[in-house]
């Protein structure tokens, strides 16, 4: 990939959506977990393993990308779903996981 100065928003516009369909896998949700300092003292790693699991066991196709800080540290573990952004904090019971998935699946995907 050649990599060009960036002159203008617009630039960065098209850089933003360049890397987006290199770096993700097309047309499949994305659960963005925050895998930062704080989310990860709160058992981030935890709710990433169990939501593989609960995907896989559901038959969810799900890409899960793991996030720096959201900027919501007292609320940790957080994770925001693409598409619709819905943000669930203080993930910490695999029952939680469950139910995240149980609502974005019947309701957004
Ligand atoms: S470390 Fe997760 S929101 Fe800040």
């Known amino acids: 990939m050649e990599i060009k100065r960036l002159n203008s928003v617009e630039d960065l ?4 959506e360049s890397l987006r369909k290199f770096m ?3 047309d ?7 895998c930062g300092t704080a989310c990860t003292a709160s058992g981030s790693h935890k709710v990433i393993d169990a939501l593989r699991r609960e ?7 799900l890409e899960i990308i ?4 959201q900027g919501m540290c007292q609320k940790g573990p957080v994770m ?8 669930y904090q203080r ?3 695999e029952q939680d996981l469950v139910n995240c998935l149980y609502l974005w699946q019947r309701y957004a995907l």
């Open 55 to 61: 995907a896989d066991q559901r038959n969810i196709p």
């Open 28 to 34: 499949t949700p994305r659960m963005n977990v925050c």
């Open 24 to 26: 993700f896998l097309p």
């Open 91 to 93: 993930v910490t019971s």
């Open 80 to 87: 925001k779903t693409e598409p619709y952004n819905i943000f």
């Open 13 to 16: 516009g098209r850089l933003r």
């Open 66 to 69: 793991k996030t720096g800080c």
